[in-house]
Each structure stands twice: as C-alpha cells, then as structure tokens.
C-alpha cells in the first residue's frame, strides 16, 4: 500500500467515524421525541460540538493529502467527493441539534394524535434509515445502493408536502395547542432537509465511484 492510499484509508475511517455520530444524533432524536426526553436531546446538543471538530479535521486532513501528493483520477474524485460529503454531515448535525433544541423547549410531551397525524414518527425513521443506507453505500463503495436514496428520499418529500394542511386541519381542531403544532411542522420541515443531505451525498457518492456527475441531472438519468 502507497502512503496516499495509506493516507486515503485513514481519512475514509475518520468520515465513517464522523457519519456515525451523526447518525447517532438522528436515532437519539427520535427517541427524544417519543418519550420527551429532553436530557437525550441535551445529549445530541453535545455531540454536535463532536462533529464540527470533526469536519474541520476532514478539511485539513484533505488539504494535507492534496498538498503532499498531488492525487488524481479517481483519489482526486475520492478527496472533491469528501469534501463535500463533510459538509453535508454536518449540515446533517445541524439540524439533528436544531431538532434536540426543540424538544428542549417544548414544554410537554408531543400528543400523540398529532404524531399520528403527521406521520412525523414515520418519517423520522425513514430519515433516520436513509442515512445508515448511505453510510452503507459509502462503505461498500456501491452506487446502487447509492441510486437508491434518490427513490426513497421521496417517502419524506411526500409528508413535507402535505405537512402544512395536516397542520392547519390540526390547529383548527385544537386551536389550545398551537404552539406544539407548529414545533412539530418545523421538525418535519427539518427532516425533509435530512433527505436532501442524503441526496447531495449520494451524488457525491456516484460521482467518486463513476466519475459522473448528477447535479442537476433529471430523475431518470440518475436511475
């Protein structure tokens, strides 16, 4: 094995490291949310500090790679790819962090008829999913599995869109309880966003492995 590729090996292990942070955040933020645990979303607060050190050591660590050895093909693809790939997780954390935050200040548990309405447990989940499922693809370097975060990040978009009038039929059903409804169309807001990193991910993801690039590309190309 080369020093770059030595080099490569270990920065692949410190994004996985960072990625399972993240998604550690999502899963103890679902269960926040469930149980209104606020000590738990205190915990996904704290992490967060974790994971913005960790995205500024990625950058470093692929400006020294890019310094020192001067990687092309596909190591340039896997270092532009990380880059971007860093970014996203954090993002990711942001709003992991945001959505602890809310549950922090709600000041009761969420009811749960307005859970079951928005089908915001579902989506949580699903969110939650998407982003092991493309921890895996970045693991396994596998772009199906990659092309596939595309197909299901359409289960979140779904509720997003049709968030607003569940919202609205719930806040005209049960005007005393305003405040918590609209706490929760931010958190769906929020992890709708989820998918849109996964997206971005798993673009970066296939532009790596294949050397294509998706951006902007129409649904039926990315398939």
Not at 30 to 57: G, T
Not at 157 to 177: G, V
Request: proline share 1%; hydrophobic share 45%; charged share 30%.
């Amino acid at each position: 094995m080369s020093q770059l590729d030595h080099e490569i090996k270990l920065l692949k292990e410190e994004v996985i490291s960072m990625w399972k942070m993240v998604h550690s955040q999502l899963e103890k933020g679902l269960s926040a949310l469930l149980n209104n645990d606020k000590d738990l979303a205190r915990e996904i607060v704290m992490i967060e500090s974790r994971v913005n050190a960790e995205e500024l050591k990625i950058d470093r660590d692929c400006e020294d790679i890019f310094a020192l050895y001067c990687p092309v093909a596909v190591d340039l693809r896997f270092l532009l790819a990380v880059l971007k790939i860093n970014t996203n997780l954090e993002r990711t954390g942001d709003i992991a962090e945001g959505i602890a935050k809310m549950i922090i200040d709600t000041e009761k548990p969420f009811e749960s008829d307005l859970l079951d309405t928005t089908h915001v447990i579902e989506m949580y989940h699903e969110a939650t999913l998407i982003v092991q499922e493309i921890l895996t693809a970045f693991v396994n370097e596998d772009s199906a599995i990659a092309r596939s975060i595309f197909r299901r990040d359409e289960m979140l978009d779904n509720i997003n869109r049709k968030a607003n009038k569940m919202i609205a039929d719930y806040i005209n059903t049960h005007p005393e309880n305003v405040e918590q409804a609209l706490s929760l169309l931010s958190i769906i807001r929020r992890l709708e966003r989820v998918g849109d990193q996964a997206e971005n991910i798993a673009e970066e993801i296939i532009f790596y492995l294949e050397a294509k690039v998706l951006k902007h590309a129409k649904k039926k190309e990315i398939e």
